[in-house]
Antibody, heavy 119, light 108 residues
């Protein structure tokens, strides 16, 4: 069974930093691209970032480019999101998701971790 | 940037058919995926690549995509189908993934 477990969320002040982690199990992590998606309270889903299997291809949403860095450690079955210069509008539940092989779908999701940016 | 537009809400009686649209410029040329999200839960994939169902998803869920509109159809709606539904595509012109605005399905 595919499992994705996020951690690292919490309360942070504006301008602060936070590092999210996502540990994967139940599948060959190194064989799948991965995604971060976020959802602000009461709002819709928003794609944040993409990383390919070998980390050779990375994409960011315009709203986080230059502030967030996605990375992965295939040896540890782990995905990361380093977030800096956090703003109130970054407040959201952050989900990691598995990118389906050979298609553009997100076929498995974690339960999410809440990031709150507030003074 | 590429925009996907969904109706904010759809109401349907049990046993009837719900149709949720997802509008985008020439969306018929893209692969569309649909997610169901119940309150307090993570999204779940219900239809991928326009019309394919993942294992475990009831046949009542189906999809189509043509022209400027993709549609998720839920047949014989049940109370348990009440949720938010999102469409999603990959926009190759911007190297961005895009979600629709979301539709809340209410079962009357």
């Amino acid at each position: 069974e595919v499992q994705l477990v996020e951690s690292g969320g919490g309360l942070v002040q504006p301008g602060g930093s936070l590092r999210l982690s996502c540990v994967a199990s139940g599948f060959t992590f190194s064989g799948y691209s991965m995604i971060w998606v976020r959802q602000a309270p009461g709002k819709g889903l928003g794609w944040v970032s993409y990383i390919s299997t070998s980390s050779s291809t990375i994409y960011y949403a315009d709203s986080v480019k230059g502030r967030f860095i996605i990375s992965r450690d295939n040896a540890k079955n782990s995905l990361f999101l380093q977030m800096t210069d956090l703003r109130a509008e970054d407040t959201a539940v952050y989900y990691c998701a598995r990118h389906g092989g050979g298609t553009t779908v997100f076929d498995s999701w974690g339960q999410g971790t809440l990031v709150t940016v507030s003074s | 940037s590429y925009v996907l537009t969904q109706p904010p809400s759809v109401s349907v009686a049990p046993g009837q058919t719900a149709r949720i649209t997802c509008g985008g410029n020439n969306i018929g040329s893209k692969s569309v995926h649909w997610y169901q999200q119940k309150p307090g839960q993570a999204p779940v994939l219900v239809v991928h690549d326009d019309s394919d169902r993942p294992s475990g998803i009831p046949e009542r869920f189906s999809g189509s995509n043509s022209g400027n509109t993709a549609t998720l159809t839920i047949s014989r709606v049940e109370a348990g189908d009440e949720a938010d539904y999102y469409c999603q595509v990959w926009d190759s012109s911007s190297d961005h993934y895009v979600f629709g605005t979301g539709t809340k399905v209410t079962v009357l």
